[in-house]
């Protein structure tokens, strides 16, 4: 890539952590979604950002395409294009963005798997034995009881749960703070993993969650704990942290029916990233539908 094209790259990082407080996690997304727009450039010898124009822009999203990118993907690669030329913009390195009003083909919405209410209760009901269960158990009960995010999970301290008031204060996405319930069992499972933790936990370590050398717990050991607790209990699925969030999620939408409620209690910034779970409660209330009401059954076809 050309040094000059690098150099306002690498700008537009700093500015993503310092100015607007992006985690590591989305500025590296960032990285990976304008390595494909650097590579398009380079392909096309260019030297300066203002050298790109609306016809060439437009074929960025044709070049994704061809290369097997789904629809979704490409929307997302345009997306940080476009954020990043309104940078260029506000820095008055450009005159006008060639990514405005470009968008990516649609593609199919797959909805989130979910446990249901049976294999979410036995999933946090494991067998107690050792200090790492206690964990274990405290972080599956917490994932299911607030809907938190694995790295939020992880970047919990001690002092972000009040355990009078049984709530668990999050930084979320944005650095934005959430202040969110905590239900008994969860409070339970966290109480008993704080005695255990005592014991486990480096001096002066102030994360909730802790290895069994004592450090906080890395987002891959606690993706990997709870693959091992599903296959434990017996569930008959690929169970991840994420998924337990998508439980909790279309769980509360099924019995509040509060869409806004959700939102605010999993820190989605746009309603419309929530509303995926409204089809994932249609579903539940299709199949009682159908299992209930006299005229919803069909009639079995007769054998030829």
């Not at 060439?56 to 629809?71: D, E, I, T």
């Not at 434990?232 to 439980?247: E, I």
Request: hydrophobic share 35%; proline share 4%; aromatic share 6%.
């Amino acid at each position: 890539m050309r040094e000059p094209l690098q150099i306002d790259i690498n700008e537009f990082f700093i500015h993503l952590v310092s100015e607007r407080g992006l985690s590591e996690n989305t500025v590296k997304a960032y990285q990976r979604d304008l390595e494909s727009l650097t590579e398009f450039c380079d392909k096309l010898n260019i030297t300066q950002w203002s050298d790109i124009d609306f016809h060439m822009a437009r074929g960025f999203p044709s070049k994704l395409h061809q290369s097997g990118r789904s629809g979704r993907s490409i929307q997302r690669t345009l997306s940080a294009a476009r954020t990043f030329f309104r940078y260029l913009g506000r820095e008055e390195r450009i005159d006008k963005n060639p990514f405005d009003g470009l968008r990516a083909p649609k593609s199919h919405k797959r909805l989130p798997v979910t446990l249901n209410t049976d294999e979410a209760v036995s999933l946090v009901n494991v067998e107690t034995n050792e200090p790492i269960d206690f964990r274990d158990r405290a972080c599956v009960e917490l994932f299911y009881s607030s809907g938190l995010r694995v790295s939020e999970l992880v970047a919990l301290n001690i002092d972000s749960i009040d355990l009078t008031e049984a709530i668990a204060i999050v930084v979320g996405k944005g650095n934005k703070t959430r202040h969110l319930p905590v239900g008994a069992q969860a409070l339970e499972a966290i109480k008993k993993w704080l005695i255990y933790r005592e014991h486990l936990a480096h001096p002066h370590e102030k994360s909730l969650f802790v290895s069994a050398r004592g450090k906080r717990l890395a987002v891959r050991s606690i993706q990997k704990r709870i693959e091992l607790l599903s296959l434990r209990q017996g569930l008959n699925k690929h169970v991840s942290p994420h998924m337990l969030r998508h439980s909790f999620a279309s769980h509360m939408l099924e019995s509040s029916g509060n869409l806004r409620a959700v939102q605010e209690l999993l820190g989605h910034a746009d309603i419309s990233t929530t509303q995926i779970y409204t089809h994932l409660d249609y579903q539940h209330l299709a199949a009682v539908y159908d299992r209930s009401h006299p005229r919803a059954k069909r009639a079995k076809k007769k054998p030829k």
